[in-house]
């Protein structure tokens, strides 16, 4: 029989079980913009995955394609399998891992669904295969493996056929998944783990192994693997994260079918570990791979690191989630204001169809958020500055088409000793430096260089104000990788205009530093007199942050200034905030993640990744 798609419609997806991953999934769908329907014998479980979705649908969509769907999927949820599964055009079991219950399952699959519908597995230890007693033989080419790891932090998809399936429902399928916002991976033929967890599982057991004789200890393995591949992902920290016993169980099912010797892996793991009580994470009294004090400070980690102030980032739209990626068609209306609230967790999409924005500032009190965008057009004057609500609704242009070229960074100064609250920021393809009030009044141009469009060496780019000094800082970062970049400095309250001079000719500005790699975003910390900045420019001293004392006590005229390296090693950072309440830093870049940077160790955590492309950041103040 040759196979054609479903007619999809209004009918929904079907997802059997409402747990951690079963909820996650539905929402996937929903915010796909596909109708759910969820199966779950326990009314706590039912009630449970309807309020993830409630809460957590938004910011799914963040990784969809098309952004926020005109309409989301409906979503309900029931205990009986032949009402959820009724007029369904796919199922996706996502019930225990218990081989029997999963082909009673497919059994009753086979009885209740439509003919056309598509029956997957979520099993992550189970080929489809397997499940088929219960199934017809035609039946058998609707059914394959639909393995979702754990979105939206992990959001790999990996397909398999149960030996028999129609070969066409992968790239069918495969669409719809990245049409959610997931990443569909698809295995030539059956294969126990996939694809990832198979080459996964030989690093496990080959690390076990190397333990077990003693070879190295698991810090050890660590420390190689996070140099080698230059991460922070490492598989015995991994090991102990996910629990020892769920190690040794995925690993009895590679035991059990190749019939490998589980002498110096799973036994070896039972009668060290598992058997006195060491699982991990899960005892960090008792330790795993690591011991209890590594472990237990693991754990402590983890809840401070729930402790991050929410953060506001600009993703400018030229990352690989661009709809038409790989094409550079649509990237102009493809910028998005995201909202973070913990680490690795899926961000919220407050604003979208933004063209090319880069500097954000926020100011709590007025419950209002303000941020510069590029335009499609770097060569005209199609950029603006905007201001909306924290939750992104109440959109205003402040300054719209015809005045700014391409505006950068930007921050919000409300100056005490003026009583006015006013916003900075640079042009740099208009080579200005700029300030006007919070709704837009009374613009003025501060710094006017004589160049054009094309003179790097005169583009405008980050922006802070030292209120205690009475000056305002700006980086010149030149032509790329160039060592080129400069640092200016100016007074705030200079009346050129009283001088007889011009934003172009005002005589007070200074150069604090020249001969940088690429320098790009900064910020102020007036109490000390020391200026942070990134610098996207070339390895080694580029891609990094960087701090120097230039104003304050001990910073005498003419007084060279000692730049300090923090940290390297950003993929292009833009943004950065200062949280010293915390003794860290916030820095976003071009790849798409977001930074914590320890002030003390330079220590670089990811708080986010994706496949975005970050420019401006903040946090919000008093979170």
Not at 214 to 236: K, R, Y
Not at 295 to 320: C, H, R, S, W, Y
Not at 335 to 359: E, F, Y
Request: with cysteine; glycine share 10%; net charge negative.
């Amino acid at each position: 029989m040759v196979w054609s798609a479903p007619h999809i419609g209004s009918r929904p997806v079907a997802i059997l079980g409402g747990g951690v991953l079963g909820r996650r999934i539905a929402c996937s769908y929903v915010a796909g913009g596909f109708n759910v329907h969820i199966r779950d014998p326990s009314p706590q479980a039912r009630e449970d995955a309807l309020q993830y979705i409630d809460e957590n649908k938004e910011s799914y969509t963040s990784f969809c394609p098309n952004g926020k769907p005109v309409q989301y999927g409906t979503y309900t949820a029931s205990e009986d399998i032949e009402t959820a599964v009724k007029d369904a055009w796919l199922v996706i079991e996502a019930v225990p891992e218990k081989i029997e219950l999963k082909i009673d399952t497919f059994g009753q699959l086979d009885k209740y669904a439509p003919q056309d519908c598509i029956l997957g597995s979520n099993s992550s230890s189970y080929r489809s295969g397997l499940m088929l007693d219960l199934v017809s033989d035609e039946r058998r080419k609707w059914v394959c493996n639909v393995h979702y790891t754990m979105p939206p932090t992990v959001r790999t998809v990996e397909l398999m056929t149960d030996g028999y399936t129609h070969q066409e429902i992968f790239p069918f399928l495969s669409d719809v998944l990245r049409q959610c916002g997931m990443l569909p991976a698809t295995a030539r033929k059956e294969s126990t783990g996939f694809i990832f967890n198979r080459i996964w599982a030989a690093v496990k057991r080959e690390i076990l192994t190397t333990l077990a004789e003693g070879v190295s200890d698991a810090a050890e393995i660590d420390a190689l693997w996070a140099h080698m591949f230059q991460t922070s992902v490492v598989p015995c920290q991994m090991m102990d994260r996910v629990g020892l016993d769920t190690v040794a169980f995925i690993e009895d099912n590679y035991i059990n079918e190749r019939k490998l010797n589980g002498s110096l892996t799973v036994d070896w793991l039972r009668s060290h570990y598992i058997t006195q009580g060491k699982l991990g994470l899960k005892t960090p009294g008792q330790g795993g791979l690591y011991p209890p004090s590594t472990v237990a400070a693991a754990a402590a980690g983890t809840a401070a690191e729930k402790k991050m102030p929410p953060i506001f980032v600009l993703d400018v739209g030229l990352g690989t989630n661009s709809p038409a990626y790989p094409s550079l068609a649509g990237i102009s209306t493809n910028g998005k204001i995201l909202r973070l609230d913990a680490p690795n967790q899926p961000p919220k999409a407050l604003v979208t169809g933004l063209p090319l924005p880069d500097g954000i500032d926020v100011d709590p009190s007025a419950n209002r958020m303000y941020w510069t965008n590029m335009g499609a057009d770097v060569t005209a004057k199609d950029g603006s500055l905007m201001s909306s609500t924290l939750d992104g609704t109440d959109k205003k242009v402040l300054l719209g088409d015809g005045i700014l070229t391409t505006p950068k960074q930007l921050i919000l100064v409300k100056d005490p000793q003026t009583g006015t609250e006013k916003l900075y920021f640079c042009d740099r393809e208009g080579c200005s430096v700029h300030r006007c009030n919070v709704d837009g009044s009374e613009h003025e141009v501060l710094v006017q260089n004589r160049g054009g469009v094309g003179d790097l060496m005169d583009w405008c780019v980050g922006i802070t104000v030292d209120l205690q000094q009475r000056k305002f800082y700006w980086t010149q970062k030149g032509p790329a990788k160039s060592n080129l970049g400069r640092i200016f400095r100016a007074n705030m309250d200079y009346d050129f205009l009283s001088a007889g001079e011009t934003a172009s000719t005002r005589s007070d500005i200074e150069v604090v530093f020249d001969k940088l790699p690429e320098p790009i975003d900064l910020e102020m910390e007036s109490e000390t007199g020391v200026l942070y900045w990134t610098d996207r420019g070339e390895h080694p001293r580029g891609c990094s942050l960087n701090c120097a004392k230039v104003s304050g006590e001990g910073e005498g005229e003419g007084e060279k200034k000692e730049v300090k390296i923090l940290a390297r090693r950003f993929h292009e950072p833009i943004g950065l905030k200062l949280d010293l309440a915390r003794k860290q830093i916030f820095v976003c870049d071009l790849g798409g993640s977001v930074y914590a940077v320890d002030v003390e160790t330079g220590k670089k955590t990811v708080v986010h990744r994706d496949e975005g492309s970050y420019t401006g950041l903040v946090t919000l103040p008093g979170a």
